[in-house]
């Protein structure tokens, strides 16, 4: 069992940055596969950046490409999704979520129902 709980989000102006936190609880955490997604008002929840248990592989959409940067300690259980030269359309909710993963490099999934543990969430609001 794993619990997932974010922080970092608020209010920023368009260009700006903001770093996200996952803190997780439970001994396993460095054998979860981790993703951000992110859910705007009246939108699907979507993908946004993903990271193997042992952080040597990340995946990330394109919307986020060369702005965004996951990273994780396994040693603070704490997954981090660096967000810079924001933009008013990054305004959503963001949730980290975490899955089993037997594979090192592996186990990250674009799909939220791959995943087996979600936050709350943290709202990150972006002005123009």
């Known amino acids: 069992q794993v619990q997932l709980a974010e922080s970092g989000g608020g209010l920023v102006q368009a260009g700006g940055s903001l770093r996200l936190s996952c803190a997780a609880s439970g001994r396993t955490f460095s054998t979860y596969a981790v993703a951000w997604f992110r859910q705007a008002p009246g939108k699907e929840r979507e993908f946004v950046q993903g990271?193997?248990?042992?952080?040597?592989?990340?995946y990330e959409a394109d919307s986020v490409k060369g702005r965004f940067t996951i990273s994780r300690e396994n040693a603070k259980n704490s997954v981090f999704l660096q967000m810079n030269s924001l933009k008013p359309e990054d305004t959503a909710v963001y949730y980290c979520a975490a899955r089993p993963s037997p594979s090192y490099y592996g186990g990250i999934s674009y799909n939220t129902r791959d995943y087996d543990y979600w936050g709350q969430g943290t709202q990150v609001t972006v002005s123009s």
């Open positions: 990271i193997s248990r042992n952080g040597g592989s990340t």
